[in-house]
């Protein structure tokens, strides 16, 4: 699908504030994919689709070991090279967008993240490496004015099928469950992950739709409240942004407040 056809059903939701990492680098190795642009792709397996080709300047990655069902979609890393001749002390800042393997890596990269773990000049040297020793970093992931951001997936088809992609997911947190309220029993209906950060479920309840995840992290397991997220029509094709300034930021029970 082309760029021009391609659109979003986003919200926008408030995450507890978790602005610290682990500090503990871990070693292991990178390569990089091909692409003729240094883009991202836009087939990764976490399901992003084209938004997949550009989230963070197209610093991205794929990972294999680091993949966990797919919960390791959005996650954040500081990821840098170990040859002090070619490479930054920083390295590069990405995102997980896709499961990749490599020999013996823990990241395959977009070439733009990885020619930017060089120095300056040294790019094109750090290139003919292919696969380079790296340690690597989770960090928080920071978006401007958002904290996790979800998007309602192309595949789905009004009003028998919805799938729901976790797009950004703020600070050091996965999400690992997504459940829809249903209003007639009053209780939460679970969604399946059916692929990458992608949840799903048919023929969800008519009417706007209240959302929740479950997100572990520093905090621990936190339930987080989306009310009216999906409107009553939704349209894979049509963008709608939410700022939830008062989401539950602490386990919830199963009704609604």
Same mark, same amino acid.
């Given at each position: 699908?082309?760029?021009?056809?391609?659109?979003?059903?986003? #919200?926008?939701?408030?995450?507890? !504030?978790?602005? &610290?990492? +682990?500090?503990?680098?871990?070693?292991?190795? /990178?390569?990089?994919?091909?692409?003729?642009?240094?883009?991202?792709?836009?087939?990764?397996?976490?399901? *992003?689709?084209?938004?997949?080709?550009?989230?963070?300047?197209?610093? @991205? /990655?794929?990972?294999?070991?680091?993949?966990?069902?797919?919960?390791?979609?959005?996650?954040?890393?500081?990821?840098?090279?170990?040859?002090?001749?070619?490479?930054?002390?920083?390295?590069?800042?990405?995102?997980?967008?896709?499961?990749?393997?490599?020999?013996?890596?823990?990241?395959?990269?977009?070439?733009? /993240?990885?020619?930017?773990?060089?120095? %300056?000049?040294?790019?094109?040297?750090?290139?003919?490496?292919?696969?380079?020793?790296?340690? *690597?970093?989770?960090?928080?992931?920071?978006?401007?004015?958002?904290?996790?951001?979800?998007? @309602?997936?192309?595949?789905?088809?009004?009003? +028998?099928?919805?799938?729901?992609?976790?797009?950004? #997911?703020?600070?050091?947190?996965?999400?690992? %469950?997504?459940?829809?309220? +249903?209003?007639?029993?009053?209780?939460?209906?679970?969604?399946?992950? !059916?692929?990458?950060?992608?949840?799903?479920? *048919?023929?969800?309840?008519?009417?706007?739709?209240?959302?929740? *995840? +479950?997100?572990?992290?520093? %905090?621990?397991?936190?339930?987080?409240? %989306?009310?009216?997220?999906?409107?009553?029509?939704?349209? /894979?094709?049509?963008? &709608?942004?939410?700022?939830?300034?008062? #989401?539950?930021?602490?386990?919830?029970?199963?009704?609604?407040?």
């Amino acid at each position: 699908m082309g760029l021009c056809q391609y659109y979003l059903l986003s #919200v926008v939701l408030l995450l507890p !504030a978790l602005c &610290y990492s +682990q500090y503990t680098f871990t070693s292991s190795r /990178a390569t990089y994919y091909g692409s003729p642009d240094g883009l991202g792709t836009p087939t990764g397996a976490c399901g *992003f689709g084209a938004y997949g080709r550009t989230v963070n300047d197209a610093n @991205v /990655a794929g990972v294999s070991r680091l993949w966990n069902n797919g919960t390791g979609c959005g996650a954040c890393y500081q990821v840098r090279c170990n040859v002090p001749e070619v490479c930054t002390d920083y390295g590069v800042y990405v995102v997980v967008t896709d499961y990749g393997e490599g020999d013996d890596t823990d990241f395959v990269l977009s070439p733009r /993240a990885y020619g930017r773990m060089a120095l %300056a000049d040294k790019a094109e040297e750090l290139y003919t490496f292919g696969v380079v020793d790296v340690e *690597f970093l989770r960090v928080p992931c920071r978006f401007r004015g958002y904290n996790v951001m979800f998007k @309602v997936h192309e595949n789905s088809k009004y009003p +028998q099928y919805l799938a729901v992609a976790t797009l950004y #997911v703020g600070g050091q947190n996965d999400v690992l %469950a997504v459940e829809m309220w +249903q209003e007639d029993c009053k209780e939460w209906m679970p969604m399946k992950r !059916a692929f990458g950060a992608v949840f799903d479920i *048919f023929y969800p309840p008519p009417g706007p739709m209240n959302l929740r *995840f +479950q997100v572990s992290g520093s %905090a621990g397991l936190t339930w987080v409240v %989306a009310n009216n997220a999906i409107p009553k029509v939704w349209k /894979a094709g049509v963008a &709608y942004d939410l700022l939830l300034k008062g #989401v539950l930021c602490t386990p919830v029970s199963s009704k609604l407040n």
